[in-house]
């Protein structure tokens, strides 16, 4: 199967910067889509960043225009560059991928551990 391990949390002050990564490891033919959310304690999951195998990307309103996402196929790596972070954007982030696993079209839909992301103020 697939294994999706994040890394690049931590704790930040109010105006940094933050770079978070998502290795997907395993039985993989090729990447189809990647996102990350995140989630606080008492609150849904929600969507920060996705973007397709086209290089299409969405954000969530409230990180446009500083966050951005990015892959490297060849690593099977996604990426979350986070500037002018702030206190509203801590939470535990989660790396969410759709990744082909052979030939005849299988898919694997799966989440990463998470990561924590704190900002002071």
């Known amino acids: 199967q697939v294994q999706l391990v994040e890394s690049g949390g931590g704790l930040v002050q109010a105006g940094g910067s933050l770079r978070l990564s998502c290795v997907a490891s395993?039985?993989?033919?090729?990447?189809?889509?990647w996102a990350w959310y995140r989630q606080v304690p008492g609150k849904q999951r929600e969507l920060v960043a996705a973007?397709?195998?086209?290089?299409?990307?969405n954000y969530g309103d409230s990180v446009k225009g500083r966050f951005t996402i990015s892959t490297d196929n060849a690593k099977n790596t996604v990426y979350l560059q986070m500037n002018g972070l702030k206190p509203e954007d801590t939470g535990v982030y989660y790396c969410n991928a759709l990744i082909n696993i052979g030939d005849d079209g299988s898919t694997w839909h799966g989440w990463g551990q998470g990561t924590q992301v704190t900002v002071s103020s």
């Open positions: 973007i397709t195998s086209a290089g299409s990307t």
């Open positions: 395993g039985r993989i033919f090729s990447s189809n889509e």
